[in-house]
């Protein structure tokens, strides 16, 4: 039986976890937090995150990388954008520059201070990584629950794909093929951002048609974003592009969409942000700023990304994020 390890015991984190192990792999999860870690391996359970559904006995929890480290196969990388940098070097000091592996990103973000994609930041860290995006319209617990799913895989090497397909793959997970790595980055970090939009609207009262014409605005912004990195506009006929835009930007199980929704109910950011109600990372709040510092370097035209990011920062009144938001589609 295969190793295979997973960085990250969030939502998304221990349900990827839990496919690959129901497909009878051994699989690490990193964890960072004991209780977390008792109830995955005495439990079998992570019930903070995926309440009611029983994990895998493959599945076991550790807290140091070294434990996670012992020879995987590949390591699926499922932790906030904000601090992959720290855990790469962490890794870096572990295992040495030279290290060889082959990482599967599932994280969707952008450093913030280099402006660089999650595939850049592991690289700068271990250059002699093999990279895949995983990307797709897959809420966490409905992978959890078995419900058919697909994602996109991107990678420039077809073979890498084929070995991270046959990890994947089941009865209810597909996996599709992409070679535009930057692209599938640049989709799962825009969808966020557009999200954001389509929950505001959602919380004005808006609903369906203003929603469709957000979507349609942020597609095209998507598009410019592709454009300026040499990205593949095909990748927004992916999973990872209208799929995960749709899914992100149609429903409140999405965590930036609600965190939109409550922004257009009148909550302000700072008290959603501190509010104990959630344990999520809102990635469209903390990417919006860096979508715009992209777009302002490359003289990008991204009217919905910037509206985003004044609502996020100007702590506007409903009625003028309502003005806003009309200006945009």
Known sequence: MKNISVLGSGAWGTSVANLIAKNNYNVKILSIIPETTKEINEQNTNNV???KIK???????HESLA???ENPEMVFVVIPSSVVHQVFENIKKLKGENYEMTFVICTKGIEQKSLKFMSDVIKDSLPKSKI???SGP??????AEE???ITTIATKDKNLYEEISSVLNCEYFKTYYSDDPLGAQICGVMKNIIAISCGISEGLGWSNNTRAGLITQGLLEIGEMCQVFDGDKEILNQPAGVGDLVLTCSSIKSRNFSLGYRIGKGEKISDILESKKH?????GQKN???AIKIGKKYKLNLPLCSAVHKILEDNLTRNEIKKLIQKVI
């Open 132 to 134: 895949a995006i995983f």
């Open 288 to 290: 919006a700023n860096c």
């Open 147 to 149: 419900i058919p799913s």
């Open 49 to 51: 995150y995926l309440p």
């Open 279 to 283: 344990n999520s990372t809102f990635e």
């Open 67 to 69: 434990e996670l480290f």
């Open 55 to 61: 994990l895998s006995k493959n599945l076991k929890a």
């Open 138 to 143: 897959n809420f966490a617990m409905e992978v």
